[in-house]
């Protein structure tokens, strides 16, 4: 994980380029990794799920695309159907807030006894928690074509989202988006190149999909 955060920290701290607020810069693009390691780091399962699908994947591909402020105008209060989700959620190290992948995307049912969970669609969507003043508001929205895969707190107030794609039914392409709270701000990454990868045979480890 360290060296994906090391590998983030080069991109936010050279002030002295130009970036545009979307498209890619192809003056300067920027590469999101340094070595093969760093998405491992952070994402192992869709790391390995990517490399075993394509051989040609590669975490040097994923470039700059974009850079824009993180919109709260979809931010409501946490209410009882959104707590049913809370074990799910990916909390920060403080737990002052935490990344909710799954109450606008999945519903719970219980089948023979056990309790588990459907896709909603057609959209995808995904909300920031504040425990503190508990309101959830929406940091990414996707169309039909759209997959949320995962996230990971780089730090208390820094995340990393990984969503995608589909590009008819067996090809993807990744992006990863860095969020900031205190910025208010998120830049995303696209991979520069279409995979060969069916999304719908990748298993979120977290949830069990009937």
């Known amino acids: 994980m360290t060296i994906f955060v ?6 936010n ?10 498209g890619k810069d192809s003056s300067s693009p920027e590469v999101v990794n340094e070595d093969m390691g760093t998405i491992a780091d952070a994402f192992p399962d869709i790391y390995h799920f990517f490399s075993a699908s394509d051989s040609s994947f590669s975490p ?7 850079r824009d402020s993180i ?12 707590q049913e989700y809370f074990p799910y959620f990916i909390f920060n190290r403080d737990s002052s807030f935490a990344i909710d992948l799954y109450s606008y995307n999945f519903l719970f049912v219980t089948k023979n006894g056990r309790i588990t969970v459907e896709e909603e669609g057609p959209d995808t969507e995904v909300g920031l928690v504040d425990m503190e003043n508990k309101t959830r508001r929406r940091v990414y929205f996707g169309g039909t074509s759209a997959s949320v895969l995962d996230a990971q707190w780089v730090n208390n ?11 008819g039914t067996k090809q993807f392409i990744p992006s990863i988006t860095l969020f900031n709270i205190p910025n208010n701000s998120l830049k995303r990454f696209d991979y520069d190149d279409t995979l060969e990868v069916d999304i719908s045979n990748y298993k979120d480890p977290r949830i069990r999909k009937e």
Do not use: H, M, Y
């Not at 919109?71 to 959104?82: H, L, M, R, W």
């Open 6 to 11: 090391l590998a983030f920290s080069s991109c």
């Open 13 to 22: 701290n050279d002030g002295n380029k130009e970036q545009k607020s979307s």
């Open 60 to 66: 040097e591909k994923f470039i700059e695309a974009s």
């Open 71 to 82: 919109g709260n105008e979809q931010e409501s209060a946490v209410g009882p159907v959104i």
């Open 157 to 167: 107030r820094e995340f990393l989202l990984l969503t995608g794609e589909r590009r």
